[in-house]
């Protein structure tokens, strides 16, 4: 199983503000992924990476950019937060047997 | 129509009880299946992988049907602990390929009573 690891566990922000969410990884694997889920709804995915300098795009819109400088390193970051921003973000790490995900990142946007 | 797609559920059973789920998927060139478990304001956790010959572990059993394009888990004896949400998620791409992104269904609820 992955050790995926993600700070802050929770945050609670004022509208405007610049936030970067971090998530890292001890095991290697090229793919990492963002997902975004709010309470009781489905995970989607709103960006993903196959490795270093690769980051891409996921299926659902967001205000959001990552980047992909190590490996082991795949911070979220917003501009300025929003209450529509207030979600729980999900990292994951992949390889042939799956996606691992960290605990993630409860957000909240006052 | 959805690229997965699950009975949301929820499904309510006592402890013991064998309980099933199906998922259906649309796109006929996935490659590989997983069913995840995640427990309410938890991360999902992968259960098992799903391969096309079935495959068990302990009381959990996963099958896939390619023909009719749909994947099932089976809980038996259900004990307290296994009330979570169940996610079916689907592979559209190869190992390794660059469409390797999972595709996430909305999953279904189990809550086991005593």
């Known amino acids: 199983e992955a050790d995926i690891y993600q700070t802050p566990r929770y945050l609670v922000i004022g509208t405007g503000k610049k936030i970067t969410l971090e998530c890292s990884q001890t095991?290697?694997?090229?793919?990492m992924y963002w997902y975004q889920q709010d309470p009781g709804m489905e995970l989607h995915l709103i960006h993903y990476?196959?490795?270093?300098?690769?980051?891409e795009k996921g299926d659902l819109s967001s205000e959001s950019t990552v980047s992909r400088i190590r490996t082991e390193h795949f911070p979220l970051t917003l501009e300025s937060a929003r209450p529509s921003h207030t979600s729980q973000y999900l990292c994951?790490?992949?390889?042939?047997?799956?996606?691992?995900f960290g605990p993630g990142t409860r957000l909240t946007v006052t | 129509r959805k690229e997965v797609e699950q009975d949301p559920g929820p499904f309510n059973v006592p402890e013991g009880a064998t309980v099933a789920f199906n998922c259906t998927y649309s796109?006929?060139?996935?490659?590989?299946f997983f069913w995840y478990r995640q427990d309410c304001r938890k991360e999902p956790k992968l259960l098992m992988s799903?391969?096309?010959s079935g495959n068990e572990d302990g009381r959990f059993t996963a099958q896939l049907n390619r023909a009719s394009q749909y994947i099932s888990l089976l809980i038996r004896d259900s004990k307290l602990s296994d009330s979570a949400t169940y996610l079916c998620?689907?592979?559209?791409?190869?190992?390794?390929?660059?469409?390797?992104?999972?595709?996430f269904g909305k999953g279904t609820k189990l809550s086991v009573k005593p």
């Open positions: 095991m290697g694997h090229d793919k």
């Open positions: 796109n006929s060139a996935s490659q590989s």
């Open positions: 799903v391969y096309s």
């Open positions: 998620v689907v592979n559209i791409g190869s190992y390794g390929g660059s469409q390797g992104n999972l595709i």
């Open positions: 994951a790490t992949g390889d042939r047997a799956g996606q691992y």
């Open positions: 990476s196959y490795g270093v300098n690769s980051t």
